[in-house]
């Protein structure tokens, strides 16, 4: 018989290892040089977090669909928060202004998600429209396709990856170049 005080217990958080594996494949996967050469995300600070939150909503979407997921998902965003919070103050943004830009970036990664989200309901070309307004700047709408196709790709490559791989950092993300192939 399971003990009745169970729910009291602070609930089980993924182990540190694994979120810090998935989280370094999706910084090492939004740093990848091709998007900035040849699919057109500008190599910027703002082009960069916005490839990231790209690589991050892909993986959080997978995630919400496996048993276990939720708890993964919202440690995989707590290190985000973290991580962001520790770049601010690395860049020599004070503990006032830390707190301001931490808002700002948890608006943006909201208001991409849903953006991504709505647009996965309604066609190829939403998708590719929504990257083009927020990844690259509403310029190039022929790149933001091969991003749509490449983001599609990965998406396929996440839906493929069974429970055990999902939740433990045992997979990869497609090559970018994969996705004019596709496309």
Known sequence: MPWPFNHFRNPVVPPRSTIETIYGMIVTQAREPLFYRDLGVPDTVNGRFDLLLMHLWLVLRRLKAVEGGAKLSQALFDHFCTDMDDNLREMGVGDLTVPKRMQAFGEAFYGRTAAYDLALTDSEEALAQSF?????????????????????????????????????GAWRFPAPQTAGTTA
């Open 132 to 168: 083009c307004k927020n990844i690259l700047n509403g310029q190039t709408i022929d790149k933001a396709r091969e991003l749509a196709a490449y983001a599609r790709v990965a998406m396929t490559a996440l839906a493929g990856a069974d429970l055990a791989a999902l939740t433990g």
